[in-house]
């Protein structure tokens, strides 16, 4: 069932345009619940990282070369330590395997911190009974990223990833960041087939919402274009199932954040080129939306409180990545969901398909989910 399930939506997203399971988190892991690990270093294929000689520059952008289709992107705190996601080669037919890579953003530098040449699990079975065991490092795509501090100290945090290939779950990592940061896998949550899940967002409680882009059995690619409504966004609290929030239906649901008191979701609808505003209280939910002129894909807070999201223009065919029909990025004011436009590159650049964008000391970082390079935008963007 799960074998067959990925043969055909990996045939699905061949021609895509696109662009973690943890219980309350705790601080202390009980030795008898947790099941410690490292694969050696002999049952692990070596990545293959692309080697470009020369990165070049465009005008306004500079770019770090050597990440692989790195879709999203995560700050560790105020530190220089960038996360990115690394998805497979499914959506461009190569055979580049799933990871997350480790980025220095001063020094620009990057390094593969999952799965490397020796991960760590710490299977904490206790928190995470559903989750079958560790995952499947020569057959997962690392997608959507979330982080919380814990309150173990101010360098470990919980990590979230929205997770495809040998199983659809959400992934929940510990990353330790203090000198160069160390990542253990510790546990999952199953998503259901039905949903191919594309970003998540942390609760308070330790639960996330999530959101699915398409049901893989049930619709394409073309089905996400027209506008037509495929997924929604999920939610799931510590010892209680995933499910649906009702009245979040979207178009290829994409990015999500919350609010820092949860009232509001923001999630981006791809397929109609929206970011969609949801109120969260006992009895409904309301919604709002602004069409912006790409089709958005993550989207991350800035440093002062407004949504910074990309994508790729819109208005623009697009067949299998990558997609050279421009990018652009949009910041949106959350209290009345205005959207100015701080960057917009066209056609002609050398890095298509644009995911996420972050501020990082007074850099924008722009991912893509199908090329071997970030790009670095060199703005006048205030705090």
């Known amino acids: 069932m799960i074998a067959s399930r990925w043969i055909n939506l990996t045939c699905l997203l061949t021609l895509a345009l696109l662009t973690g399971c943890l219980g309350e988190p705790s601080d202390q892991v009980s030795g008898e619940n947790v099941q410690n690990s490292v694969m050696p270093e002999s049952e692990v294929a070596a990545d293959t990282i692309m080697k470009v000689e020369n990165c070049g520059e465009e005008e306004g952008i500079s770019f770090l070369c050597g990440v692989i289709n790195g879709e999203d992107i995560l700050r560790l705190g105020d530190s220089n330590w960038l996360l990115v996601s690394g998805m497979d080669g499914s959506l461009t037919g190569s055979d580049i395997r799933g990871k997350i890579h480790l980025v220095n953003a001063e020094e620009k530098t990057v390094d593969i911190l999952f799965p490397g040449s ?25 997608h959507g990223l979330a982080l919380k ?10 990590l979230y990833m929205t997770s495809h290939g040998a199983r659809e779950a ?7 960041a203090f000198l ?7 546990g999952c949550i199953p998503m259901p087939e039905s949903s191919w899940t594309n970003s998540v967002a942390i609760l308070e409680d ?5 959101t699915q882009f398409f049901n893989p059995f049930e619709h394409t690619i073309e089905n996400v274009l027209a506008g037509e409504i495929t997924g929604h966004v ?43 505003r949801f109120e969260r209280n006992a009895d409904s939910v309301s919604r709002q939306a602004v069409t912006l002129d790409v089709l958005p894909d993550n989207i991350r807070w800035s440093p002062r409180g407004t949504l910074l999201a990309a ?22 004011a ?18 298509h398909d644009a995911s996420s964008a972050l501020l990082v000391n007074g850099e924008i970082w722009v991912g893509t989910y199908s090329g071997d390079r970030l790009a670095i935008l060199h703005t006048n963007y205030e705090k």
């Open 206 to 210: 330790g639960g996330f919402v999530a």
């Open 234 to 276: 999920f939610e799931w609290h510590p010892g209680q199932p995933v499910t649906m929030i009702p009245g979040t239906e979207l178009s290829g649901g994409n990015g999500i954040v919350v609010s820092e008191d949860e009232r509001w979701i923001f999630a981006a609808s791809f397929g109609a080129g929206e970011v969609v």
């Open 311 to 332: 994508g790729n223009n819109r208005g623009s065919d697009c067949g299998q990545p990558p997609c050279a029909v421009g990018w652009g990025v949009v910041e949106i």
């Open 334 to 351: 959350p209290e009345n969901l205005t959207a100015s436009t701080l960057a917009s590159i066209g056609p002609d650049s050398s890095m």
């Open 170 to 176: 959400i992934e929940v990592f510990e990353v330790e």
């Open 180 to 186: 160069k940061p160390t990542i253990t896998w510790v």
């Open 118 to 142: 020796a991960p760590v699990f710490a299977h904490d079975t206790a928190r995470f009974a559903e989750c079958p065991g560790p995952i499947d490092t020569n057959a997962f795509s690392a």
């Open 149 to 158: 501090a814990s309150t173990k100290g101010p360098d470990i945090y919980h």
